[in-house]
């Protein structure tokens, strides 16, 4: 979720899917681009990609720009 200085919300990403997925981390370049980390344990859908795990539990690594 990327809320401005004067309040409100302006977008909000959602991690959808099969499985236990989630995001666990979240951190910001110089640029205020979020970084997020987490993890998948089947399928997810992140912004307009789907992710497939490849075992029981991957990693998962994703950039958004503002």
Do not use: E, H, I
Not at 16 to 27: A, D, E, L, P, T
Not at 39 to 59: I, M, P
């Amino acid at each position: 979720m990327k809320c401005p200085p004067q309040g409100g919300v302006q977008w909000v990403q959602t991690l959808v899917g099969s499985g236990n997925n989630r995001f666990v981390s979240v951190s910001l370049d110089s640029g205020g681009n979020p970084y997020v980390t987490g993890s998948l344990t089947d399928t997810a859908q992140v912004g307009s990609g789907t992710l497939s795990s490849t075992g029981t539990r991957n990693v998962l690594v994703a950039s958004f720009s503002k």
